[in-house]
């Protein structure tokens, strides 16, 4: 018979819901560079252009000189680093694939310690450039912004994490094609299907180094958005149904993923707030994350809350005295430090907490206005020390209350009707891993 743990009294509040190891994370903090970070990016400025159908030859100009020195850093960081080009060809499409064009995403894997934890955890970014033409090839793309800060931001977020040691495994990706139609992300995902990755989160960094806003004339870089997909797109038609039925549309993985950035801003990040956007991207726009969440991953992207359209997809000149172009002087690296804080913060927490409980499950056998919810210890990675429930009112955004058990069963004095739960795996130090939401049973 399963013990059930009765709750008597709540024990912590939203703000220590997601409580973590505060030496780790202030290490961390310390270690990210912004220096380093404007380095990066004008270095990839350097390359003139880094247009997915640009010069592949060069050591000096197109995506060819931009790969191998991407490779090349990350390869400097750490030994432990295992550096790949994951090479494949695109075939002409009729849009912006004119001739047969070979990609090659760069990607550095960071390998776990335990051989039993197959856990997989992408950062990622997209090289690639391009000026007010999509198909001019030969004209200088800075791509300062868009997308030089999401790939110094990875660089760092390499340099930084690899100095440490993780159960599971985390990759660092800077995929090709990107502006050409999300060739490199959506090669990548279908390798990661076909390869039965266990994928835990896919942070996805595009235009994360600008905190001015043209039009509105809003400067301020306390900021950041993060996109998530609500229903998942990957999901069956039963699947929505159930998802409906319960009132989970706001409750998809990803944007539990996303959540969980905006603690770790709320938590340890000075100056950085999380604004959760409840959308999958920008309007009517899409990113390299998005081929993940189409193959059934947790994928998010993170995105500058200002953005500058007169340095974003445009030829460098001066009209009217007004400045175009994507170069760094329009940039606060600053803002691009904090972003990689949250980057490098929210991969370490999830490396090193357990995988998630599985089969988490709420009791509806009965009318009661207490719940029950139930479920399993993890089949992958380190065993939990703990678990932790969350809860929430169904009109909040954020987790409010959060209760720890070494059970893998609890008895709550809130009603179902009324709240919304989750359950985290816990490591010994306070990591917690992604929320899981019950459903129910009726055993």
């Known amino acids: 018979m399963k013990k059930i743990v009765t709750l008597l009294f709540t024990v912590c509040t939203a703000g220590s819901v997601f409580s973590q190891d505060l030496a780790s994370f202030y290490d961390l903090q310390q270690a990210v560079s912004a220096s380093r970070l404007r380095q990066n990016v004008e270095q990839l400025v350097a390359f003139g252009t880094r247009h997915t159908l640009s010069d592949t030859l060069s050591d000096q100009r197109g995506i060819g000189a931009a790969r191998r020195w991407a490779a090349r850093q990350f390869k400097s960081y750490s030994p432990r680093l295992r550096i790949e080009f994951d090479a494949f060809t695109v075939a002409p499409d009729g849009r912006r694939i004119p001739h047969p064009v070979e990609m090659k995403n760069v990607m550095a894997w960071l390998p776990g310690t335990n051989p039993n934890d197959r856990r997989v955890i992408l950062i990622t970014a997209h090289l690639d450039s391009r000026a007010s033409d999509v198909m001019d090839a030969r004209i200088d793309a800075p791509g ?3 997308d030089g800060s999401g790939c ?6 390499a340099r930084v994490l690899s100095q440490y040691e993780f159960p599971c495994t985390l990759l660092f990706v800077l995929f090709s ?8 992300s959506r090669h990548l995902a279908q390798r990661a299907k076909q390869e039965n990755w266990e994928v835990v989160a896919v942070l996805n960094n595009d235009i994360v180094g600008n905190s001015y806003s043209s039009e509105l004339g809003i400067r301020q870089n306390e900021r950041v958005r993060v996109f998530s997909e609500g229903i998942p797109v990957a999901a069956s038609e039963d699947e929505v149904r159930l998802l409906r039925l319960l009132g989970y549309e706001n409750e998809s993985p990803s ?10 801003a709320h938590e340890h990040i000075p100056h950085l707030e999380v604004r959760l956007v409840y959308r999958k991207d920008r309007f009517l726009r899409g990113g390299d994350h998005t081929p993940f969440n189409e193959a059934g991953f947790t994928a998010i992207r993170v995105c500058e809350e200002n953005e500058d359209f007169r340095h974003q997809h445009q030829n460098v000149r001066t009209e009217k005295g007004i400045h175009y172009g994507d170069l760094p002087e329009f940039m606060d690296f600053e803002y691009l430090r904090k972003n990689t804080v949250l980057n490098v913060l929210t991969a370490a927490s999830l490396a ?4 998630p409980p599985q089969k988490v499950g709420i009791q509806v056998k009965e009318l009661s206005n207490d719940t029950v919810l139930q479920w399993q210890a993890p089949a992958t990675g380190p065993k939990p020390s703990a678990y932790r429930v969350l809860i929430r009112s169904t009109e909040s955004p954020q987790w409010e209350v959060s209760i720890q058990t070494n059970e893998t069963s609890i008895r709550l004095p809130y009603s179902k009707d009324h709240y919304l739960f989750a359950v985290q795996s816990l490591s010994k130090e306070g990591f917690g891993s992604l929320p899981i939401v019950p459903l129910p049973i009726r055993e």
Do not use: K, T
Request: proline fraction near 3%; glycine fraction near 10%; charge should be negative.
């Open 144 to 146: 300062a912004n868009d």
């Open 152 to 157: 110094a931001l990875v660089l760092e977020a």
């Open 177 to 184: 094609g990107e502006e050409q139609g999300l060739y490199g």
């Open 255 to 264: 944007r539990q993923l996303a959540r969980y950035m905006a603690n770790i």
């Open 352 to 355: 090193w907490a357990p995988a």
